[in-house]
Protein backbone atom coordinates (compact mmCIF):
# COMPACT_ATOMS: atom_id res chain seq x y z
CA UNK A 1 0.00 0.00 0.00
CA UNK A 2 2.66 1.86 -0.30
CA UNK A 3 3.00 3.67 -3.70
CA UNK A 4 7.24 4.65 -3.51
CA UNK A 5 8.09 0.98 -2.14
CA UNK A 6 10.66 0.20 -4.36
CA UNK A 7 11.99 -3.54 -2.82
CA UNK A 8 14.33 -5.90 -4.12
CA UNK A 9 14.98 -9.69 -2.83
CA UNK A 10 18.36 -11.06 -3.72
CA UNK A 11 19.43 -14.76 -4.25
CA UNK A 12 22.99 -15.27 -4.97
CA UNK A 13 22.39 -17.75 -8.07
CA UNK A 14 19.94 -16.48 -10.52
CA UNK A 15 18.82 -20.57 -10.59
CA UNK A 16 17.74 -20.17 -6.60
CA UNK A 17 15.43 -17.56 -8.14
CA UNK A 18 13.05 -18.65 -11.09
CA UNK A 19 13.91 -22.82 -10.78
CA UNK A 20 11.30 -24.99 -9.25
CA UNK A 21 10.16 -24.27 -6.17
CA UNK A 22 12.22 -20.80 -5.81
CA UNK A 23 11.49 -17.25 -4.58
CA UNK A 24 9.53 -17.09 -7.60
CA UNK A 25 7.25 -19.79 -7.58
CA UNK A 26 6.32 -19.18 -3.88
CA UNK A 27 5.69 -15.22 -4.51
CA UNK A 28 3.10 -16.37 -6.40
CA UNK A 29 1.45 -18.44 -3.42
CA UNK A 30 1.35 -14.72 -1.33
CA UNK A 31 1.48 -11.52 -3.83
CA UNK A 32 -1.22 -11.82 -6.24
CA UNK A 33 -3.71 -12.27 -2.92
CA UNK A 34 -1.84 -8.17 -2.28
CA UNK A 35 -3.31 -7.58 -6.15
CA UNK A 36 0.13 -7.65 -7.31
CA UNK A 37 0.77 -8.51 -11.23
CA UNK A 38 3.55 -10.45 -12.24
CA UNK A 39 6.00 -9.05 -14.97
CA UNK A 40 7.68 -12.15 -15.58
CA UNK A 41 10.48 -11.12 -18.12
CA UNK A 42 11.41 -8.80 -15.31
CA UNK A 43 10.91 -11.06 -12.33
CA UNK A 44 8.89 -7.89 -10.64
CA UNK A 45 5.78 -7.73 -9.16
CA UNK A 46 3.68 -4.40 -8.94
CA UNK A 47 0.87 -3.59 -6.70
CA UNK A 48 -2.26 -1.82 -6.96
CA UNK A 49 -0.22 1.44 -5.14
CA UNK A 50 2.05 1.29 -7.70
CA UNK A 51 5.06 -0.19 -5.32
CA UNK A 52 7.20 -2.92 -6.57
CA UNK A 53 9.34 -5.81 -5.83
CA UNK A 54 11.99 -7.19 -7.92
CA UNK A 55 13.79 -10.02 -7.73
CA UNK A 56 17.47 -10.25 -8.63
CA UNK A 57 20.66 -12.32 -7.94
CA UNK A 58 24.88 -11.18 -7.27
CA UNK A 59 26.18 -13.66 -9.06
CA UNK A 60 29.44 -12.58 -9.11
CA UNK A 61 31.40 -10.44 -6.62
CA UNK A 62 31.39 -7.54 -9.41
CA UNK A 63 27.30 -7.94 -9.63
CA UNK A 64 26.99 -5.52 -6.62
CA UNK A 65 28.39 -2.54 -8.62
CA UNK A 66 25.31 -2.58 -11.52
CA UNK A 67 23.18 -1.44 -8.30
CA UNK A 68 24.90 1.72 -7.95
CA UNK A 69 22.74 4.74 -8.04
CA UNK A 70 20.22 2.73 -7.74
CA UNK A 71 17.46 3.23 -4.28
CA UNK A 72 15.70 0.66 -2.20
CA UNK A 73 13.38 1.39 0.69
CA UNK A 74 13.34 -2.07 1.20
CA UNK A 75 16.14 -4.83 0.52
CA UNK A 76 15.90 -8.53 1.30
CA UNK A 77 18.97 -11.06 1.32
CA UNK A 78 17.85 -14.85 1.03
CA UNK A 79 20.68 -16.89 2.83
CA UNK A 80 23.01 -13.95 3.31
CA UNK A 81 25.72 -16.13 4.43
CA UNK A 82 25.87 -17.20 0.18
CA UNK A 83 26.86 -13.64 -0.71
CA UNK A 84 30.13 -11.91 -0.04
CA UNK A 85 30.57 -9.01 2.83
CA UNK A 86 31.94 -6.63 0.05
CA UNK A 87 28.28 -7.51 -1.76
CA UNK A 88 26.63 -6.80 1.68
CA UNK A 89 27.79 -3.43 2.06
CA UNK A 90 27.84 -1.91 -1.25
CA UNK A 91 23.85 -2.89 -0.92
CA UNK A 92 23.40 -1.33 2.49
CA UNK A 93 24.86 2.07 0.43
CA UNK A 94 21.67 1.66 -1.93
CA UNK A 95 18.79 1.86 0.98
CA UNK A 96 17.40 4.90 0.48
CA UNK A 97 14.15 6.52 -0.30
CA UNK A 98 12.26 7.85 2.85
CA UNK A 99 9.52 9.11 0.55
CA UNK A 100 8.16 5.70 0.25
CA UNK A 101 6.09 5.94 3.26
CA UNK A 102 7.91 3.46 5.60
CA UNK A 103 11.67 3.62 6.98
CA UNK A 104 13.51 1.94 4.63
CA UNK A 105 15.15 -1.64 6.36
CA UNK A 106 16.91 -4.93 5.47
CA UNK A 107 15.87 -8.22 6.93
CA UNK A 108 18.32 -11.63 5.62
CA UNK A 109 17.48 -14.75 6.24
CA UNK A 110 20.24 -17.68 7.03
CA UNK A 111 21.48 -20.67 7.94
CA UNK A 112 24.83 -20.86 10.47
CA UNK A 113 28.17 -20.91 9.08
CA UNK A 114 31.15 -20.03 10.94
CA UNK A 115 33.50 -18.77 8.38
CA UNK A 116 30.87 -16.41 7.00
CA UNK A 117 31.06 -12.80 8.06
CA UNK A 118 27.50 -13.00 9.19
CA UNK A 119 29.14 -14.89 12.04
CA UNK A 120 30.64 -11.86 13.19
CA UNK A 121 27.45 -9.95 13.12
CA UNK A 122 25.74 -11.90 14.86
CA UNK A 123 28.63 -12.71 17.81
CA UNK A 124 26.79 -11.26 20.58
CA UNK A 125 23.49 -13.36 20.68
CA UNK A 126 25.89 -16.55 20.12
CA UNK A 127 26.75 -18.28 22.89
CA UNK A 128 30.32 -18.63 22.23
CA UNK A 129 30.86 -22.32 24.33
CA UNK A 130 27.36 -24.28 22.79
CA UNK A 131 26.84 -22.51 19.54
CA UNK A 132 23.83 -21.77 19.74
CA UNK A 133 21.49 -18.76 20.05
CA UNK A 134 21.12 -17.02 23.39
CA UNK A 135 17.16 -17.32 24.49
CA UNK A 136 17.04 -13.72 26.06
CA UNK A 137 18.84 -12.01 23.45
CA UNK A 138 17.14 -13.26 20.29
CA UNK A 139 15.45 -10.03 18.99
CA UNK A 140 17.62 -7.38 21.33
CA UNK A 141 17.89 -4.60 18.88
CA UNK A 142 21.27 -3.33 19.20
CA UNK A 143 23.33 -0.62 17.07
CA UNK A 144 26.10 0.39 15.52
CA UNK A 145 28.52 2.67 13.59
CA UNK A 146 31.53 1.80 11.60
CA UNK A 147 35.22 3.77 13.14
CA UNK A 148 36.17 6.62 11.38
CA UNK A 149 40.07 5.45 11.50
CA UNK A 150 39.37 1.55 10.26
CA UNK A 151 37.06 -1.19 9.35
CA UNK A 152 35.60 -2.39 12.51
CA UNK A 153 32.04 -1.71 13.74
CA UNK A 154 31.51 -0.09 16.87
CA UNK A 155 28.74 -1.69 19.14
CA UNK A 156 26.25 -0.38 21.62
CA UNK A 157 23.62 -1.71 23.39
CA UNK A 158 21.32 1.89 22.53
CA UNK A 159 22.01 4.89 20.13
CA UNK A 160 22.26 7.56 23.43
CA UNK A 161 25.41 4.90 24.32
CA UNK A 162 27.28 5.61 20.57
CA UNK A 163 25.94 9.25 20.55
CA UNK A 164 27.62 10.16 24.23
CA UNK A 165 30.88 8.66 22.69
CA UNK A 166 30.77 10.47 19.51
CA UNK A 167 28.01 12.97 19.22
CA UNK A 168 28.95 12.95 14.91
CA UNK A 169 28.02 9.53 14.68
CA UNK A 170 25.05 8.14 12.92
CA UNK A 171 23.89 4.50 13.93
CA UNK A 172 22.16 2.23 12.92
CA UNK A 173 20.03 -0.59 14.06
CA UNK A 174 20.47 -4.30 14.19
CA UNK A 175 19.11 -7.01 15.69
CA UNK A 176 18.98 -11.36 15.07
CA UNK A 177 16.11 -13.26 15.75
CA UNK A 178 16.21 -16.81 16.53
CA UNK A 179 14.43 -19.79 14.22
CA UNK A 180 14.21 -23.42 14.61
CA UNK A 181 12.54 -25.98 12.93
CA UNK A 182 9.72 -25.84 15.44
CA UNK A 183 8.66 -22.54 14.30
CA UNK A 184 7.79 -23.27 10.74
CA UNK A 185 4.88 -25.46 11.57
CA UNK A 186 3.71 -25.38 7.99
CA UNK A 187 6.30 -26.67 6.97
CA UNK A 188 6.62 -29.73 9.08
CA UNK A 189 3.08 -30.50 8.91
CA UNK A 190 3.54 -30.06 4.88
CA UNK A 191 6.71 -32.22 4.55
CA UNK A 192 6.69 -34.49 7.47
CA UNK A 193 10.04 -35.95 5.71
CA UNK A 194 11.94 -32.69 6.10
CA UNK A 195 13.00 -33.52 9.31
CA UNK A 196 14.10 -37.27 8.79
CA UNK A 197 16.15 -35.21 5.31
CA UNK A 198 18.13 -32.97 8.08
CA UNK A 199 18.39 -35.87 10.63
CA UNK A 200 20.40 -37.81 7.69
CA UNK A 201 23.39 -35.36 7.07
CA UNK A 202 26.60 -35.52 8.30
CA UNK A 203 27.35 -34.74 11.66
CA UNK A 204 28.46 -31.07 11.06
CA UNK A 205 25.71 -30.29 8.60
CA UNK A 206 23.13 -31.28 10.78
CA UNK A 207 24.13 -29.00 13.77
CA UNK A 208 24.48 -26.12 11.76
CA UNK A 209 20.96 -26.60 10.02
CA UNK A 210 18.79 -28.70 12.47
CA UNK A 211 20.80 -27.51 15.75
CA UNK A 212 21.34 -23.67 14.63
CA UNK A 213 25.07 -24.03 15.76
CA UNK A 214 27.01 -21.58 14.75
CA UNK A 215 30.92 -22.93 16.39
CA UNK A 216 30.49 -26.46 15.06
CA UNK A 217 33.27 -26.74 12.48
CA UNK A 218 34.13 -30.53 10.67
CA UNK A 219 37.56 -31.95 11.88
CA UNK A 220 39.77 -34.34 9.43
CA UNK A 221 37.86 -37.59 9.08
CA UNK A 222 34.28 -36.54 10.19
CA UNK A 223 33.49 -35.42 6.46
CA UNK A 224 34.78 -38.42 5.22
CA UNK A 225 35.71 -41.91 5.73
CA UNK A 226 37.57 -44.65 3.42
CA UNK A 227 35.14 -47.29 4.47
CA UNK A 228 32.63 -45.20 3.24
CA UNK A 229 33.80 -45.79 -0.15
CA UNK A 230 33.26 -49.51 -2.14
CA UNK A 231 36.04 -50.17 -4.40
CA UNK A 232 34.51 -52.13 -7.59
CA UNK A 233 36.66 -53.12 -11.07
CA UNK A 234 34.24 -51.41 -13.12
CA UNK A 235 31.44 -49.35 -13.32
CA UNK A 236 28.25 -50.48 -14.73
CA UNK A 237 27.28 -49.36 -18.32
CA UNK A 238 23.64 -47.91 -17.58
CA UNK A 239 25.18 -44.64 -17.16
CA UNK A 240 22.67 -41.79 -16.94
CA UNK A 241 25.21 -38.90 -16.56
CA UNK A 242 28.93 -38.02 -16.39
CA UNK A 243 31.52 -35.32 -15.97
CA UNK A 244 34.82 -34.84 -15.48
CA UNK A 245 34.71 -31.53 -12.71
CA UNK A 246 38.02 -29.11 -12.78
CA UNK A 247 39.38 -27.89 -9.55
CA UNK A 248 42.26 -25.49 -11.09
CA UNK A 249 45.69 -23.87 -10.20
CA UNK A 250 48.62 -22.06 -11.81
CA UNK A 251 52.09 -22.80 -9.96
CA UNK A 252 54.44 -24.96 -11.20
CA UNK A 253 56.52 -26.59 -8.64
CA UNK A 254 59.92 -24.59 -7.29
CA UNK A 255 62.51 -24.26 -5.17
CA UNK A 256 60.25 -21.17 -3.76
CA UNK A 257 57.39 -23.27 -3.47
CA UNK A 258 57.84 -26.77 -3.13
CA UNK A 259 54.45 -28.34 -2.97
CA UNK A 260 52.09 -25.95 -4.71
CA UNK A 261 48.31 -26.77 -5.32
CA UNK A 262 47.36 -28.90 -8.25
CA UNK A 263 45.07 -28.89 -11.08
CA UNK A 264 42.56 -32.14 -10.06
CA UNK A 265 39.75 -32.99 -12.57
CA UNK A 266 37.55 -36.02 -11.07
CA UNK A 267 35.53 -37.91 -13.37
CA UNK A 268 32.11 -38.62 -11.59
CA UNK A 269 29.46 -40.86 -13.57
CA UNK A 270 25.70 -41.29 -11.94
CA UNK A 271 23.91 -44.84 -12.87
CA UNK A 272 20.02 -44.68 -13.19
CA UNK A 273 19.87 -45.97 -9.84
CA UNK A 274 21.13 -43.14 -8.31
CA UNK A 275 24.98 -44.44 -7.75
CA UNK A 276 28.02 -42.38 -8.33
CA UNK A 277 31.21 -43.90 -9.50
CA UNK A 278 34.81 -42.02 -9.56
CA UNK A 279 35.41 -43.10 -12.58
CA UNK A 280 39.11 -41.38 -12.69
CA UNK A 281 41.25 -38.73 -10.91
CA UNK A 282 43.83 -36.53 -13.03
CA UNK A 283 46.13 -33.97 -11.46
CA UNK A 284 48.74 -31.75 -12.63
CA UNK A 285 50.83 -28.39 -11.63
CA UNK A 286 51.91 -25.90 -14.52
CA UNK A 287 51.31 -22.47 -15.52
CA UNK A 288 48.20 -21.34 -16.84
CA UNK A 289 49.19 -22.41 -20.58
CA UNK A 290 50.32 -25.93 -19.20
CA UNK A 291 46.72 -26.21 -17.37
CA UNK A 292 44.53 -25.32 -20.12
CA UNK A 293 46.86 -27.93 -22.41
CA UNK A 294 45.79 -30.96 -19.59
CA UNK A 295 42.64 -29.91 -19.37
CA UNK A 296 41.84 -29.77 -23.21
CA UNK A 297 44.02 -33.50 -23.60
CA UNK A 298 41.97 -34.80 -21.13
CA UNK A 299 38.79 -34.33 -22.49
CA UNK A 300 39.58 -35.90 -25.77
CA UNK A 301 41.06 -38.70 -23.74
CA UNK A 302 37.78 -38.47 -22.06
CA UNK A 303 35.54 -38.38 -25.05
CA UNK A 304 32.52 -36.11 -25.93
CA UNK A 305 30.35 -38.07 -23.93
CA UNK A 306 31.63 -36.60 -20.79
CA UNK A 307 30.78 -32.94 -19.48
CA UNK A 308 33.54 -30.65 -18.93
CA UNK A 309 33.27 -28.74 -15.56
CA UNK A 310 34.64 -25.94 -14.92
CA UNK A 311 34.83 -23.97 -11.85
CA UNK A 312 34.39 -20.00 -12.49
CA UNK A 313 36.29 -17.83 -10.24
CA UNK A 314 34.43 -15.22 -9.11
CA UNK A 315 34.97 -11.29 -10.74
CA UNK A 316 35.17 -9.81 -14.12
CA UNK A 317 38.70 -12.02 -14.59
CA UNK A 318 36.94 -15.01 -13.77
CA UNK A 319 34.33 -14.87 -16.21
CA UNK A 320 37.32 -14.13 -19.00
CA UNK A 321 39.12 -17.06 -18.31
CA UNK A 322 36.48 -19.23 -18.42
CA UNK A 323 34.80 -17.94 -21.04
CA UNK A 324 38.54 -18.59 -22.89
CA UNK A 325 38.90 -21.99 -21.84
CA UNK A 326 35.40 -22.80 -23.13
CA UNK A 327 36.60 -21.81 -26.36
CA UNK A 328 39.64 -24.05 -26.19
CA UNK A 329 37.10 -26.70 -25.60
CA UNK A 330 34.76 -26.65 -28.89
CA UNK A 331 33.20 -29.64 -29.84
CA UNK A 332 32.59 -30.65 -25.88
CA UNK A 333 29.83 -29.73 -23.74
CA UNK A 334 31.01 -27.50 -21.02
CA UNK A 335 28.93 -26.29 -17.67
CA UNK A 336 30.31 -23.01 -15.59
CA UNK A 337 30.24 -23.47 -12.50
CA UNK A 338 30.16 -20.29 -9.58
CA UNK A 339 30.29 -22.23 -5.83
CA UNK A 340 28.93 -20.31 -3.18
CA UNK A 341 29.55 -20.92 0.13
CA UNK A 342 32.56 -22.40 1.77
CA UNK A 343 34.40 -25.19 0.62
CA UNK A 344 32.81 -27.41 4.18
CA UNK A 345 29.54 -26.66 2.79
CA UNK A 346 29.92 -27.45 -0.42
CA UNK A 347 31.55 -30.49 0.32
CA UNK A 348 28.45 -31.66 2.86
CA UNK A 349 26.11 -33.36 -0.27
CA UNK A 350 29.03 -35.60 -1.33
CA UNK A 351 29.65 -36.19 2.06
CA UNK A 352 26.21 -37.54 2.89
CA UNK A 353 25.95 -39.68 -0.22
CA UNK A 354 29.74 -41.53 0.55
CA UNK A 355 28.03 -42.52 4.43
CA UNK A 356 24.99 -43.63 3.23
CA UNK A 357 27.15 -45.60 0.43
CA UNK A 358 26.05 -44.43 -2.38
CA UNK A 359 29.65 -43.63 -3.76
CA UNK A 360 31.73 -46.42 -5.69
CA UNK A 361 35.19 -45.71 -6.79
CA UNK A 362 36.69 -47.46 -10.01
CA UNK A 363 39.95 -49.61 -9.40
CA UNK A 364 43.33 -47.34 -10.30
CA UNK A 365 46.27 -46.44 -9.47
CA UNK A 366 45.55 -42.71 -8.11
CA UNK A 367 42.98 -43.93 -5.20
CA UNK A 368 45.03 -44.20 -2.32
CA UNK A 369 46.14 -40.26 -2.86
CA UNK A 370 42.51 -39.44 -3.40
CA UNK A 371 41.14 -41.09 -0.65
CA UNK A 372 44.19 -40.15 1.68
CA UNK A 373 42.80 -36.59 0.79
CA UNK A 374 39.26 -37.06 1.46
CA UNK A 375 40.12 -38.28 5.06
CA UNK A 376 42.36 -35.33 5.61
CA UNK A 377 39.63 -32.58 4.48
CA UNK A 378 39.20 -30.55 6.04
CA UNK A 379 42.90 -29.44 7.34
CA UNK A 380 46.27 -28.24 6.70
CA UNK A 381 46.90 -30.33 3.48
CA UNK A 382 45.78 -29.98 -0.11
CA UNK A 383 42.16 -30.46 -1.38
CA UNK A 384 42.37 -29.65 -5.01
CA UNK A 385 40.94 -33.64 -5.19
CA UNK A 386 38.06 -33.05 -2.47
CA UNK A 387 37.37 -29.73 -4.87
CA UNK A 388 37.14 -31.91 -7.91
CA UNK A 389 34.74 -34.33 -6.29
CA UNK A 390 32.25 -32.38 -4.68
CA UNK A 391 32.21 -30.32 -7.47
CA UNK A 392 31.06 -32.98 -9.98
CA UNK A 393 28.65 -34.29 -7.01
CA UNK A 394 26.83 -31.02 -6.95
CA UNK A 395 26.89 -30.66 -10.86
CA UNK A 396 25.23 -34.23 -11.14
CA UNK A 397 22.58 -33.28 -9.09
CA UNK A 398 21.63 -30.25 -9.63
CA UNK A 399 18.83 -28.88 -12.13
CA UNK A 400 20.43 -26.49 -14.15
CA UNK A 401 21.55 -25.46 -18.05
CA UNK A 402 24.03 -26.52 -20.18
CA UNK A 403 25.23 -23.19 -20.69
CA UNK A 404 28.03 -23.94 -23.70
CA UNK A 405 28.26 -26.55 -25.93
Not at 179 to 196: I, T, V
Not at 210 to 236: C, H, Q, S, Y
Request: glycine share 10%; aromatic share 10%; net charge neutral.
Amino acid sequence: HHPNLRGVVFRRIGANITGGGGLWDESYRMFPHLGGRPRLAERRWIFPSGGTVEFRHLEHETSADAHQGLQYSLIIFDELTHFTEGQFWKLVSRLRGAEAGHRPMIRCTCNPDPDSFVARLVEWYIDQETGTAIPERSGVLRYFVRSKTGDELIWGNSRAELLARDPSCQPKSFTFIKSALEDNAALEKGDPSYRANLMALPRVERERLLGGNWKVRPNAGTMFRREWFGIVDAAPTDLAAEIRYWDRAATEQSTRNPDPDWTAGVRVARDRKGTFYIMHVSRFRGTPAKVEQGIVTTAGQDGQGVTVGIEQDPGQAGVAEAQYLVRALAGYTVQTHHPTGSKVVRAGPASSQAEAGNVKIVRGPWNEAFLSELENFPGKGHDDQVDGFTGAINALTAKRKILFA
